[in-house]
């Protein structure tokens, strides 16, 4: 097993659930965030930018794996080429890494950086393991509560698998922990929803009632949505947590004692 795994976007919503999974296993773990933190966890934390390419160098050096999370909505593509080219030429002998499902298929300007990013690991000379994965349930909850200020809400011709980030996060231990295996099974959720049933079944964990507008996505992005190009029906591993419980969770849980807000 490797001395040290260093895992790049530690502090964020996937890490968090990586990284006591790591602890549980045995290895030592170094995270790498643009935020710092204090050690006490368990954990060495390292600083810099992976997009200005800052502070790559140190945190690579005597690493075996790397657990590549880090990401946003731009710049993943530069962000991953300063990796790799620090982590080859530190050693390192596993590099694993996740994408989104659709990221070869779906003709958006994110997506083309999460798939020139991939081409990055695949090109690296670094054996690696590639997991793609559909969107979060967290994320699916920001936009539905966002949009749940709205007095009316629109909801897009879109159809998505939400999966639960945790299971994302105990596939991705599990695979870098084992052997470099390439582009792997693609991890979505139990369930394909709507827009309008995602944003319906917030909308009733919240207590809150608005009306919805069906809204058509325009241009080449909006025909590859209506195709299910951003779904994986064949060949995938689905989770188990569905939206609703995790709506049951996260929702029920925030909600007021003294009664549903609705308004």
């Given at each position: 097993?490797?001395?040290?795994?260093?895992?790049?976007?530690?502090?964020?919503?996937?890490?968090?659930?990586?990284?006591?999974?790591?602890?549980?296993?045995?290895?030592?773990?170094?995270?790498?965030?643009?935020?710092?933190?204090?050690?006490?966890?368990?954990?060495?934390?390292?600083?810099?930018?992976?997009?200005?390419?800052?502070?790559?160098?140190?945190?690579?050096?005597?690493?075996?794996?790397?657990?590549?999370?880090?990401?946003?909505?731009?710049?993943?593509?530069?962000?991953?080429?300063?990796?790799?080219?620090?982590?080859?030429?530190?050693?390192?002998?596993?590099?694993?890494?996740?994408?989104?499902?659709?990221?070869?298929r779906?003709?958006?300007?994110?997506?083309?950086?999460?798939?020139?990013?991939?081409?990055?690991?695949?090109?690296?000379?670094?054996?690696?393991?590639?997991?793609?994965?559909?969107?979060?349930?967290?994320?699916?909850?920001?936009?539905?509560?966002?949009?749940?200020k709205?007095?009316?809400?629109?909801?897009?011709?879109?159809r998505?698998?939400?999966?639960?980030?945790?299971e994302?996060?105990?596939r991705?231990?599990?695979?870098?922990?084992?052997?470099?295996?390439?582009?792997v099974?693609?991890?979505?959720?139990?369930?394909?929803?709507?827009?309008?049933?995602?944003?319906?079944?917030?909308?009733?964990?919240?207590g809150?009632?608005?009306?919805?507008?069906?809204?058509?996505?325009?241009?080449?992005?909006?025909?590859?949505?209506?195709a299910?190009?951003?779904?994986?029906?064949?060949?995938?591993?689905?989770?188990k947590?569905?939206?609703?419980?995790?709506?049951?969770?996260?929702v029920?849980?925030?909600?007021?004692?003294?009664?549903?807000?609705?308004?």
């Amino acid at each position: 097993m490797a001395s040290t795994i260093l895992v790049t976007g530690g502090t964020g919503t996937l890490g968090r659930h990586v990284i006591p999974l790591l602890l549980d296993a045995g290895p030592e773990v170094r995270v790498f965030s643009r935020h710092g933190r204090e050690p006490g966890d368990g954990v060495e934390y390292m600083t810099g930018d992976l997009v200005k390419g800052e502070g790559i160098e140190a945190a690579v050096e005597g690493v075996e794996i790397v657990l590549h999370l880090a990401g946003g909505p731009k710049g993943d593509d530069e962000a991953t080429r300063h990796l790799v080219r620090a982590a080859s030429a530190a050693g390192v002998r596993h590099l694993v890494s996740i994408s989104v499902i659709g990221a070869d298929r779906v003709p958006l300007a994110w997506l083309r950086s999460k798939l020139a990013a991939e081409q990055a690991v695949a090109g690296s000379g670094i054996p690696w393991t590639k997991l793609r994965a559909a969107q979060f349930h967290d994320l699916a909850l920001t936009l539905a509560e966002k949009m749940a200020k709205l007095p009316v809400i629109p909801a897009p011709g879109m159809r998505l698998q939400p999966v639960d980030s945790r299971e994302v996060a105990a596939r991705l231990v599990e695979l870098t922990l084992g052997a470099p295996a390439g582009l792997v099974p693609d991890l979505a959720g139990p369930e394909v929803h709507t827009m309008a049933d995602l944003l319906g079944g917030y909308l009733r964990a919240s207590g809150r009632r608005r009306p919805m507008l069906p809204v058509r996505i325009p241009g080449k992005a909006g025909r590859a949505y209506r195709a299910g190009e951003n779904l994986s029906l064949d060949g995938v591993v689905l989770g188990k947590r569905t939206w609703e419980e995790f709506l049951a969770e996260r929702v029920g849980r925030d909600r007021s004692p003294h009664g549903a807000d609705k308004s």
